[in-house]
């Protein structure tokens, strides 16, 4: 079982702002579980903590920008790029102005922090959203496309394309996010000149400077013109008619601008909320694109909440009817658990097929056969009551008893040739031989029934 982690101990990062020249400062601190990721403005009056979520981006123009209210924080994503790609799930991060520091303009001073300072693992599962269908997004004005396909891990192709002599096609792939501080961390953002001017006029990047970013000089301009900007980014004296590169630092990859998109759009899925099982294919992206598809998945997770266990019929079971008959006392017409599939120290996965000869049809109802209600709580309890004998020293001699079943919804009824997968989850630990679990039924991807109920667990009598 992958664990939530956070920091074990905080720290800071100084630099001027791109777009506002400030100088600026962000910690970044440990977490509790649960706490995911979340800004908060010290220099503000009641120091306001804002959320990083999709949905709370108020501008994609020039990067992610996070606002709600007065409350504004720009230049994020690099920063949750490193924390999502090296598995951080909880941090606090104050800054003392509107925008993190842009520092060299990518991600390896976090990634750089972050290993040195450590990772902790904390008392709760990661929380995991998996892909088990193809996603698509698409901006049919400017071509930009954001596919997600079903994987075992994390992964992502980015492509651009510019019309451009200097920059025109490029990709990058990352397949493990393992590689990320490597492979992706150090890519910088980069800026074309025919940019800059309107940029500046628009009171934009006072701290980019070519220490930063990559500034792509790709299509011909005036020496004077060429001279104004060189003065204004801090580059040294370049012949007009040379195209190519003005940063001071020279490229770390002939495709750095590929990996500086990949290293975006991760710091943009980060603010979905959840780490996700699947891999992206990124065409022409940019971070409005980004944004709204991380919006359009929010919204899918929100539909599928708590997400359908994965089930493989040709996977052996954890647990058969034998050994589940070893552990329950129940028998036909009353055993309603097949096989367990998946079993955790405080979460188990069971699965029930429903076919047409199951003895409570022949009464509910013989013209329109569904599975009674109370007895898929039933059969959710049974898998709730393997975990927790399965749990106990000489488990077989304990039974397991219900006291209380709270908030019970039935969304979908359950008929002749549908699978039931039920997962349980512990709430807390037994006390007094008493414990409460959450339990939901599944068929397919849609959550049929879910409930929590308090069970008491009794020493059988002895013969």
Sequence with gaps: MLRQRTLKDSFSLSGKGLHTGLNLTVTFLPAEKNHGYKIQRVDMEGQPVLDAVAENVIDTQRGTVLGKGNFKCSTIEHAMAAFYALGVDNVLIQVDGPEFPILDGSAEPYVKEIQRVGIVEQEAEKDFYYITKKMEFKDENTGACITLLPDEDFSITSMISFDGQILNSQFATLDNMNDFATEIAAARTFVFVREIEPLLTAGLIKGGDLNNAIVIYEKQTSQENLDKLCKLTGSEHHDAAELGYLQHKKLVWDNE???????????????????????????????????????????????????????????????????????????????????????????????????????????????????????????????????????????????????????????????????????????????????????????????????????????????
Excluded: W
């Excluded at 759009?265 to 909320?273: E, K, S, V, Y």
């Excluded at 998945?297 to 708590?306: A, D, L, N, S, T």
């Excluded at 129940?330 to 699965?351: T, W």
């Excluded at 003895?359 to 009551?385: S, Y």
């Design 257 to 463: 601008p590929a990996r500086h998109k990949l290293l975006d759009i991760i710091g943009d899925m980060a603010l979905i909320g959840k780490p996700i099982k699947g891999r992206i294919i990124a065409t022409k992206p940019g971070h409005t694109i980004n944004n709204k598809f991380a919006r359009m998945m929010r919204k899918e997770i929100r539909k599928h909440e708590i997400q359908a266990p994965k089930y493989d019929p040709n996977k052996p079971a954890v647990m058969d009817t034998t050994q589940i008959r070893q552990l329950l006392p129940h028998r036909f017409p009353m055993l309603l658990v097949d096989k367990v599939i998946e079993m955790k120290a405080e979460s188990i996965v069971a699965v029930k097929n429903i076919t047409s000869d199951e003895p409570f049809f022949q009464g509910h109802f013989p013209t329109e056969p569904i599975m009674p209600g109370v007895l898929i709580i039933e059969a959710m309890a049974q898998a709730g009551g393997i975990l927790v004998i399965n749990s106990l020293e000489n488990g077989a001699d304990y039974s397991t008893y219900f006291i209380k079943i709270d908030n019970v919804k039935f969304k979908q009824k359950v008929v002749p040739g549908d699978t039931l997968i039920f997962r349980v989850d512990i709430l807390g630990p037994l006390r007094h031989n008493i414990g409460s679990m959450q339990g939901y039924a599944f068929i397919g991807e849609n959550c049929v029934a879910e409930a929590t109920f308090t069970a008491q667990v009794i020493k059988n009598k002895q013969d």
